[in-house]
């Protein structure tokens, strides 16, 4: 299993550009969530997933948008980039029901807005 | 929303001594208590957690206690070692476990 990944690595866009961040997880897991990570502010959810067809608004959703079509897939759109974008993103899933709900992390995207 | 404050935001311990991280919370219907360790430059990975009913988990030199009257819990690393040197980050999730809330992390340090 390749557990959760994320492409691309590191991404510099210029203000007012778009991109989308991709993230896949090959471990049929119901949840996905996406993070931003900045100094001094610990992770902050930006959006999450209960499963296909289903998404929701985190604690910083504003300029991102998400969209679950597949279990696997969650990617996560930055509509018109702003410099306070500028962060380490991390996709994560985890499983529904009442086992472990141990997050599962990607490695994350650098993403710097000039 | 939930609110989680995580205490101190560093830490500095001499090798062998204890290190205790704490954390509390808004929301009285939380009842999953995660702790996750990000060591530089790298992902976070789950490295122990406990639900509301129970009062303290254990495992090896970690342990996590919970109080739910007072919407405190505390991370517990006995014996440290320099691999224990990362940041540390509580996380409160509600019934449903589906949205999860994180505090500001602890960078921990352990001094050989």
């Known amino acids: 299993n390749a557990g959760v990944t994320q492409t691309p690595k590191f991404q510099v866009l210029k203000t007012g550009q778009s991109m989308t961040l991709q993230c896949a997880q090959d471990m049929n897991h119901e949840y996905m969530s996406w993070y931003r990570q900045d100094p001094g502010m610990g992770l902050r959810l930006i959006h999450y997933s209960v499963g296909a067809g289903i998404t929701d608004q985190g604690e910083v959703p504003n300029g991102y948008n998400v969209s679950r079509s597949t279990t696997e897939d969650f990617p996560l759109r930055l509509l018109s980039a702003a410099p306070s974008q500028t962060s380490v993103y991390f996709c994560?899933?985890?499983?529904?029901?009442?086992?472990?709900?141990?997050?599962?992390f990607g490695p994350g995207t650098r993403l710097t807005v000039l | 929303g939930e609110n989680v404050e995580q205490h101190p935001s560093t830490l500095s311990v001499q090798e062998g001594d204890s290190a205790v991280i704490k954390c509390t919370y808004s929301d009285s219907a939380s009842n999953y208590f995660p702790w996750y360790k990000q060591e530089l430059g790298k992902r976070p990975q789950l490295i122990i957690d406990i639900r509301s009913n129970v009062g303290e988990k254990k495992d090896q030199r970690i342990a996590v206690t919970l109080n739910k009257t007072a919407k405190h819990f505390s991370l517990h690393i006995t014996e440290t070692q320099p691999e224990d040197s990362a940041v540390y980050f509580c996380a409160v999730a509600p019934g449903g476990y589906q949205k999860v809330t994180f505090g500001t992390g602890t960078k921990l340090q352990v001094i050989p």
């Open positions: 994560a899933s985890s499983l529904r029901g009442t086992g472990s709900h141990e997050q599962f």
